[in-house]
């Protein structure tokens, strides 16, 4: 079973990209995401092992590299999904950027954090961190008081989500045809939020509006862990809904309400009932927080194989 590293557990730790490479080899991972903390300097070490044919890149997390003046890597520097003309143009130039690098790299897909849907008002703030202090208040996702408030997010969400998913839909339009070409997969991820766009709904919205290989999901088990611990999904019944045009998956645990990219193991996430993403088809990629130690990720990389080695073994 192949399961790839996210480069940004171990990106700052490094100057150069051959010693990167050769710490998560060492650990017993297969193959790479190169991260959104991937630096130029990084990635020509980076390059050079891939042409040795020493590593593989499966994956690449947009926006990367870190894109020139910006002070540090960060998913959402600009929104592809925002309302803002200019912040979607921007977006738009930096994920081809991406596309660019991550096609020269050899990788599969490209990792998106496409938007959300901000929910604030002038007469009173909502979002998640709001939700998250209700959950906390109340002490159970159940209580009639919390539902009311996650049902008010749910309302004021709707409300806001057209324009977002029209705006959205435009600049697919332009893009779909570039990773079409370079034959790579746009991966859509979804986030711990429930300003997320898009959400689980929306996804398979879109891909009935874009029935291309180009446009896919991503299935980001600790996010998804904190929206069931939200209570915006049921998790694995959502994982199961969207797999058949799900092309890969963050591996990290999750503890609530919203404790994620711990190692997989030391979380609230059964992985046994997500066993179905052992298929090679799906994109395998372990995403831990850069302070768990490596000894602790190596035996998380031999948990999740034997947890899922018996999806993959025929019987006897």
């Known amino acids: 079973m192949r399961i790839a590293l996210s480069t940004n557990w171990n990106a700052a730790r490094h100057e150069t990209g051959e010693p990167l490479v050769d710490e998560i080899l060492g650990m017993g991972f297969d193959a790479l995401e190169l991260g959104y903390h991937m630096t130029e300097e990084l990635a020509v070490g980076v390059r050079r092992k891939v042409e040795s044919g020493a590593v593989v890149v ?16 960060y998913p959402e520097l600009y929104l592809l999904a925002s309302q803002d003309d200019d912040e979607r143009a921007m977006a738009s130039i930096l994920l081809r950027r991406t596309l660019a690098f991550g096609a020269s790299m050899g990788a599969r897909a490209v990792v998106l954090h496409a938007g959300r849907v901000f929910l604030n008002a002038w007469f009173g703030n909502l979002h998640t961190g709001t939700l998250v202090d209700a959950l906390e208040n109340e002490g159970s996702v159940d209580a009639p008081a919390y539902q009311r408030m996650l049902a008010k997010a749910r309302r004021r969400r709707t409300a806001r989500v057209r324009k977002c998913f029209d705006r959205f839909c435009l600049t697919l339009d332009a893009l779909l045809p570039e990773f079409e ?31 291309t290989p180009a446009l896919a999901y991503w299935h980001d088990m600790g996010h998804g862990q ?11 019944e959502a994982a199961q809904t969207l797999l058949p045009f799900t092309r890969g998956i963050h591996i990290h645990d999750a503890l609530p309400p919203t404790h994620d990219h711990l190692p997989p193991g030391e979380g609230a996430i059964d992985f046994a009932a997500f066993n179905f993403y052992a298929a090679d088809a799906v994109l395998k990629v372990f995403e831990p927080a850069p302070q768990v130690k490596q000894a602790d990720l190596a035996e998380a990389l031999r948990f999740v194989r034997r947890t899922w080695a018996q999806a993959t073994t025929p019987a006897s």
């Not at 499966?58 to 890597?73: I, R, Y």
């Not at 790579?184 to 874009?210: H, I, T, W, Y």
């Not at 904190?226 to 694995?236: E, K, Q, S, T, Y």
């Open 58 to 73: 499966d994956s690449v997390h947009a926006f990367c590299p870190v894109p020139e003046g910006a002070p540090h890597g």
């Open 181 to 211: 070409k370079a034959g790579l997969a746009l991966c859509l991820e979804n986030l711990p939020s429930v300003e997320a766009f898009p959400d689980e709904g929306e996804m398979a919205m879109l891909k009935q509006r874009f029935d």
């Open 226 to 236: 904190v929206r069931a611990n939200l209570g915006l999904i049921r998790h694995a």
